[in-house]
């Protein structure tokens, strides 16, 4: 007996030791790294531009590094910087960008460093992959999204989120009375956030997660997959991807959260597809469903939808909160709105727009182009260069150089949109009250190119009948505006503190 516990105590003291000696052997390696990197940025680069960055100085006159950058680019004679200390050369020149995204598109993969920092919560999916990989999802995704029986199915969806989930929530919270004290606020960017998980959910995976139900408690798919792309995004933002790889061999802190999160999602992905394996899947409308007629690896199944998921989820949400953002300061917009919804409903007996009315609202898809042009849902995209190479403006461009087209910027240019860039007008895409599309590498909001957005027509559609539905029922104002939103940092722009709104009912409704 004495023995045993003696061997027990043993046992215990070399795990201990071994424990203590692993971390702090992870802990001075991590110190020193740091040390290192900071010491290499401060010495390397000393222009005005990498020392303003590392000092953080731009934010004494811009509320966004974005607006720094914008101001950057519209002063640079050929559209285009460096940022010595970030290796990495950022454009704004519609040039250029044709150049990366289309004309020699083989020489600028989304490369490793990206794929990298997705990797293991987007897996193999078409978002995070290039070359072989990528072609094949590309023209599996391009076919199904192409179907009209997939878009009917998206759309009935989109309207059945409205009409039961959206509308009723907005009906809870109006205000009613008139003073000042009693506004009842609402995140509106919250909102549209449910309301764009529900949707791709249920378009990707058949699946309905209930997030616009806020009687329901948050389900933990939404929770974990919120967790697992904010804690991907915080890679791209550490000094050395060394940092959390190092924090992921040890299985600590963020990575140890990050490693639950994607579990999480995993188990789930996984239930789905055993489902509909058991139950049969072939006449369901879903995309998984649809993939699973051509995929038999289920990994592979479930990299493929989480992209998705991934691509259609905050982008949404992200455009509809900057439309909102601006409608509150251009009454005289909505106003065109809703005339606009009304005169194309006239011969409808619904109070939803048909599909085929959707083409006909010109002056809609001009606001929410318009708005994604000031405030697009992402804001910059970066490429990493195979080969040593020159953009067309003369830049050199070196071998794995990170090059990145500045989409925030490229809709605040001079050159691109004239002297009232700063404007919100939704004229500017129209002639003779007819929508006109802008060239993609002017206005690289969905990308433009070989690997343009798959999602385009579908968010539009998507948009189009949240903003109608919601003007034809509800007045809704933001509280505070004033000045430029402020973005957190992330795949895709949130306003910080969210779009708290009043919402009142439409005299008359
Ligand atoms: C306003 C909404 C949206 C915006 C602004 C947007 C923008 C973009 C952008 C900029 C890219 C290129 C990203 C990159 O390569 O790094 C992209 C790719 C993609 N988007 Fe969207 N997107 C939107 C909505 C959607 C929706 C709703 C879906 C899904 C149905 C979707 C599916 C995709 C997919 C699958 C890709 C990858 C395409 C490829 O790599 O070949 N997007 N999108």
């Not at 303003?52 to 590094?65: H, I, M, Q, V």
């Not at 999602?265 to 369901?284: C, D, F, M, P, W």
Request: glycine content about 6%.
């Amino acid at each position: 007996m004495e023995s045993q516990v003696y061997t027990l105590l043993q046992y215990l003291q070399l795990s201990i030791g071994y424990f203590l000696f692993t971390f702090a052997i992870g802990f001075s390696v991590f110190s020193v790294l740091l040390f290192l990197l900071r010491h290499k940025f401060w010495s390397w680069c000393t222009c005005d531009i990498c020392h303003c960055y590392l000092t953080s100085s731009w934010r004494k006159e811009f509320t966004n590094l974005g607006d720094w950058y914008a101001h950057l680019l519209r002063n640079s004679p050929s559209q285009t910087i460096r940022i010595h200390v970030l290796d990495n050369i950022i454009t704004a020149n519609p040039r250029n960008v044709e150049y990366m995204l289309k004309t020699n598109f083989l020489n600028y993969p989304k490369g490793k460093p990206f794929s990298m920092i997705l990797g293991d919560l987007l897996g193999d999916g078409i978002f995070n992959v290039d070359g072989d990989l990528w072609m094949f999802q590309r023209k599996m995704s391009s076919l199904e999204l192409g179907s009209m029986s997939i878009r009917s199915y998206a759309f009935n969806n989109v309207k059945n989120e409205i009409n039961f989930r959206l509308i009723p929530l907005l009906s809870s919270h109006v205000v009613v009375s008139s003073s000042q004290h009693d506004f009842k606020s609402l995140d509106l960017q919250d909102v549209f956030r449910r309301f764009s998980f529900d949707n791709i959910c249920k378009f990707s995976f058949g699946l309905d997660p209930c997030c616009l139900e806020l009687s329901l408690p948050l389900s933990h798919f939404a929770y974990s997959f919120d967790l697992a792309t904010k804690l991907s995004a915080e890679r791209a933002m550490v000094a050395s991807p060394l940092i959390w790889k190092i924090k992921r061999f040890l299985d600590i802190g963020t990575e140890k959260k990050l490693k639950g999160a994607i579990e999480d999602i995993n188990v789930l992905a996984n239930e789905v597809i055993t489902q509909k394996r058991k139950l049969g899947y072939s006449n369901h409308q879903d995309l998984l469903s649809r993939f699973m007629t051509m995929v038999d690896n289920d990994v592979y199944l479930r990299d493929i939808v989480i992209s998705f998921i991934l691509a259609g989820r905050d982008t949404v949400a992200s455009g509809l909160t900057s439309v909102f953002w601006l409608l509150t300061s251009h009454p005289d917009v909505e106003l065109r709105i809703r005339e606009e919804t009304n005169r194309v409903m006239k011969q409808n007996d619904e109070e939803f727009l048909k599909f085929e009315e959707m083409n006909q609202m010109h002056y809609l898809n001009a606001v929410i182009h318009e708005s994604m042009r000031l405030y697009p849902p992402v804001q910059f995209d970066s490429k990493f260069a195979s080969e040593n190479d020159a953009f067309v403006d003369g830049t050199f461009v070196g071998k794995n150089d990170r090059v990145t087209y500045h989409v925030y910027a490229m809709g605040r240019m001079e050159n691109i949109w004239g002297k009232d860039y700063m404007e919100f007008k939704p004229e500017r895409w129209l002639k003779n009250g007819i929508f006109c599309q802008q060239s993609p590498f002017k206005y690289p909001v969905f990308q433009g190119g070989v690997r343009v957005c798959l999602g385009k027509e579908l968010a539009l559609m998507e948009m189009k009948c949240v903003v109608a539905s919601m003007l034809q029922h509800f007045e809704i104002r933001a509280m505070a505006i004033g000045g430029e939103p402020r973005f957190d940092p992330g795949l895709t722009a949130t306003v910080r503190g969210g779009l708290p709104v009043v919402v009142r009912r439409r005299r008359g409704i």
